[in-house]
T-cell receptor, first 110, second 115 residues
Framework: QKEVEQNSGPLSVPEGAIASLNCTYSDRGSQSFFWYRQYSGKSPELIMFIYSNGDKEDGRFTAQLNKASQYVSLLIRDSQPSDSATYLCAARPGANNLFFGTGTRLTVIP | DVKVTQSSRYLVKRTGEKVFLECVQDMDHENMFWYRQDPGLGLRLIYFSYDVKMKEKGDIPEGYSVSREKKERFSLILESASTNQTSMYLC??????????????FGPGTRLTVL
């Protein structure tokens, strides 16, 4: 079973703080990883992907990948109330499919 | 911008009805996917297609079928709708370059209620 595990939350952080979202995966063959944001009642939208060990930054977002530990994380700096959403982690073990975690609900408190 | 559209945002059907959900993408993507999303269960893959007339079963294909007659269009069919198929249905599409970063882009979703 190709599993992706996320803490369902809710994770609450004050406005301006760093939000840290974590994800582990079971399939060592997974090559790339994706973070999606999903607002309530809406469809997932891509934030960023990562496939090399280390950090990848895009604006206020930083994705971190540690393949040895099978661990992916997403940091959101200077969190804003508009960041309040569910964040989905997905792993790509094969050519086409993604396996999604159940998501972490983030609430940013003004 | 990638655009994936779905035929309905909300749909209410009766048990036993045949239901068609349509998805269209305008970016010439080879891959198309159908997921359902339920609270606590996350996104689960029903079927995907990597080419016209080609289809592969996902994790939960039972009770569903699909059709892909044109590259831009992927249909999900519930042959005889049941109440346990009440869910949010999401269509997605992606390129198929074989690279690590082929990204799936989602449509707005169809919330189906089966009474």
């Amino acid at each position: 079973q190709k599993e992706v595990e996320q803490n369902s939350g809710p994770l609450s952080v004050p406005e301006g703080a760093i939000a840290s979202l974590n994800c582990t995966y079971s399939d060592r063959g997974s090559q790339s990883f994706f973070w999606y944001r999903q607002y309530s009642g809406k469809s997932p939208e891509l934030i960023m992907f990562i496939y090399s060990n280390g950090d990848k930054e895009d604006g206020r977002f930083t994705a971190q990948l540690n393949k040895a530990s099978q661990y992916v994380s997403l940091l959101i700096r200077d969190s804003q109330p508009s960041d309040s959403a569910t964040y989905l982690c997905a792993a790509r073990p094969g050519a086409n499919n993604l396996f999604f975690g159940t998501g972490t609900r983030l609430t940013v408190i003004p | 911008d990638v655009k994936v559209t779905q035929s309905s945002r909300y749909l209410v059907k009766r048990t036993g009805e045949k239901v068609f959900l349509e998805c269209v993408q305008d970016m010439d993507h080879e891959n198309m996917f159908w997921y359902r999303q339920d609270p606590g269960l996350g996104l689960r893959l029903i079927y995907f297609s990597y080419d016209v007339k080609m289809k592969e079963k996902g994790d939960i294909p039972e009770g569903y079928s699909v059709s892909r007659e044109k590259k831009e269009r992927f249909s999900l069919i519930l042959e005889s709708a049941s109440t346990n198929q009440t869910s949010m249905y999401l269509c997605a599409s992606s390129l198929n370059t074989g690279g690590y970063t082929d990204t799936q882009y989602f449509g707005p979703g169809t919330r189906l209620t089966v009474l």
